[in-house]
């Protein structure tokens, strides 16, 4: 059963991937209701005309954990999207919680629910020290900036590269990733986590006092 419902996440994903709201008809209930981050209300159609206003460029369901109540089972996993929406970048990883009834033999969507963005989690000083060695550390500063200085081990990864570049410099998503920028002020590092979410990356952290804070703590650089 729970196999039939993965089926369907998938199918789902697929349709919001490509815009194909042709599949809404067997995805989704009549009555379906549609809830945005925002808190935005949609019914099944009005779910459907997004697209024609919205592009996914990338779009995957992570995670899905499923419980069964007889009929019903609800889903919640994380949203992981690439997106334009009326010419702005809506890209971004979201909480969503799935609604999935259960009718003659198949299932279908009945409510969907989003929250977030999700942020990425923070690493102290101290706990970076010591992590060190055991996580991947990037500097989220452009070339000249890390190559005048950066944390011991990082490596050098922009937001503007991340697309072009990330899956050589970083092959797997999954692995513990520390980012940091300037210091708390500098968007660059939260623009990367930004980036490297809608690429997938699952495992990040932002040191937010930056590169700074860690050279006046006379903490060792690298030139």
Same mark, same amino acid.
């Given at each position: 059963m729970t196999n039939e419902i993965r089926d369907l996440?998938?199918?789902w994903a697929d349709a919001e991937r490509t815009g194909d709201t042709s599949a809404y008809d067997t995805l989704l209930t009549p009555d379906f209701t549609g809830i945005g981050p925002v808190g935005f209300v949609l019914t099944a159609?009005?779910?459907? *005309? !997004?697209? &024609? %206003?919205?592009?996914?460029?990338?779009?995957?369901?992570?995670d899905p954990h499923? !419980? $069964?109540y007889g009929d019903a089972a609800i889903v919640t996993a994380v949203q992981n999207q690439r997106t334009t929406a009326r010419g702005h970048d809506a890209s971004g990883s979201f909480r969503v919680t799935l609604l999935l009834v259960r009718s003659t033999d198949r299932w279908t969507i009945a409510n969907l629910h989003l929250s977030g963005p999700l942020r990425p989690a923070t690493i102290s000083r101290a706990e970076l020290q010591a992590a060190i060695g055991k996580v991947t550390i990037v500097d989220a500063l452009p070339a000249p900036a890390y190559e005048r200085r950066h944390l011991p081990t990082a490596l050098n990864l922009t937001a503007e590269d991340a697309p072009a570049k @990330?899956? @050589? $410099? $970083?092959p797997d998503r999954t692995a +513990?990733?520390?980012?940091?920028?300037? %210091? +708390?002020?500098?968007? !660059? *590092? +939260? %623009?990367? *986590? &930004? *980036? $490297?979410?809608?690429?997938?990356y699952q495992n990040l952290r932002l040191y937010t006092e930056g590169i700074e804070a860690w050279s006046t703590a006379n903490l060792p650089l690298e030139p």
């Open positions: 996440i998938t199918r159609q009005q779910w459907a *005309a !997004r697209h &024609t %206003d919205l592009t996914n460029h990338h779009f995957e369901i992570l499923i !419980r $069964l @990330a899956a @050589a $410099l $970083l +513990p990733i520390v980012i940091y920028s300037t %210091d +708390p002020t500098c968007t !660059r *590092a +939260p %623009d990367l *986590a &930004t *980036a $490297l979410t809608t690429l997938g």
